[in-house]
């Protein structure tokens, strides 16, 4: 029974050592990449870059500056892409020290080439009035916008329309300069006055004399 204890125990002791020595290797084996990106030719930092380990969905941006930081193990490929550069791999060197590598990444420029585009002028301007009116030209998304909307009367439209707030200051300084215009004494009440009386009484005579 003893000779089994032991035999256990040292078992046990085996296993841990086993187990310790496999995350050391682990967690040797993580690397914290830092550096700048910048252009190859101008050397001028290039700003939201996207830093990630290939294969897989983990990855950063780089700043303002261009800097970047990344945790990742030595055997893995870091890709870098961004909008207008050549997309770049780096791998990583096998001696770093202390678990940390500084570097700079140096990105290409992308050239796009576009197909060559010739423009030759009429000549003479009468050709050129010729040949614009017998060109057909299709509707706008412009005019046709037009054309619906010139089939609903735009006072059914006006009427769903709120005020913005260019209309709301117009009446509430309108509202403020007939209220101070007042200030001090009351204000006349239309139905009472004489003159609107009459002045009404005039306009409903000369439409029926019309």
Do not use: H
């Not at 380990?53 to 970047?68: K, L, W």
């Not at 009367?153 to 200051?169: C, H, M, R, T």
């Amino acid at each position: 029974m003893c000779i089994f204890s032991l035999y256990a125990l040292s078992m046990k002791a085996k296993s841990q050592t086993t187990q310790t020595t496999s995350t050391t290797t682990t967690t040797n084996d993580l690397v914290q990449l830092s550096g700048f990106i910048v252009s190859f030719d101008s050397m001028q930092v290039l700003p939201y870059v996207t830093v990630r380990i290939e294969g897989t969905n983990r990855g950063v941006y780089s700043d303002m500056s261009g800097f970047f930081s990344l945790v990742c193990k030595q055997t893995d490929k870091i890709v870098f892409t961004a909008l207008g550069q050549k997309k770049m791999y780096y791998s990583l060197p096998n001696n770093i020290e202390n678990n940390k590598l500084t570097t700079v990444i140096r990105m290409e420029e992308d050239t796009f080439f576009l197909r060559d585009v010739v423009i030759r002028p009429y000549s003479t301007p009468q050709e050129l009035d010729y040949y614009f009116a017998k060109v057909k030209i299709p509707n706008s998304n412009l005019s046709l916008a037009y054309e619906n909307l010139g089939r609903v009367p735009y006072s059914s439209l006006q009427k769903g329309i709120l005020a913005d707030g260019i209309e709301n200051n117009r009446w509430y300084q309108q509202a403020q300069a007939e209220r101070l215009y007042y200030n001090g004494q009351p204000q006349p009440i239309p139905i009472a006055d004489i003159g609107s009386w009459y002045r009404f009484l005039n306009s409903l005579s000369t439409k029926k004399k019309k």
